[in-house]
Nanobody
Framework: QVQLMESGGGLVQPGGALRLSCVAS????????MGWYRQAPGKERELVAL???????IYADSVKGRFTVSRDNAKNLVFLQMNNLKPEDTAVYYC???????????WGQGTQVTVSS
């Protein structure tokens, strides 16, 4: 099993920045992808950004150019740098890891990000 723990959420004004962090523990050797999803009230959970072991990244169109995902494989950490935040970025952000064959997802408990003036 893999356990994921996020930190770094909070309240920020529009145009501001936040950095989320997530540390993985447990059977981390089987992880091949880590990243972030988010869920706003009344909406489905959606992909924000993923990064593979080799550094390949995927971003949602809505965050391209504003958000950057990175990871420290040695320390089992993944980060999400969020710049120029907008009210529509308000959501609970979940850390995600993908592992094994067949692939399975593990999730953190979520961290609230609120963008409001």
């Amino acid at each position: 099993q893999v356990q994921l723990m996020e930190s770094g959420g909070g309240l920020v004004q529009p145009g501001g920045a936040l950095r989320l962090s997530c540390v993985a523990s447990g059977t981390v050797s089987s992880i091949y992808s880590m990243g972030w999803y988010r869920q706003a009230p009344g909406k489905e959970r959606e992909l924000v950004a993923l990064i593979s072991l080799t550094g390949d990244t995927i971003y949602a169109d809505s965050v391209k150019g504003r958000f950057t995902v990175s990871r420290d494989n040695a320390k089992n950490l993944v980060f999400l740098q969020m710049n120029n935040l907008k009210p529509e970025d308000t959501a609970v952000y979940y850390c995600n890891s993908k592992r094994g064959i067949p692939p399975r997802d593990d999730w953190g408990q979520g961290t609230q990000v609120t963008v409001s003036s």
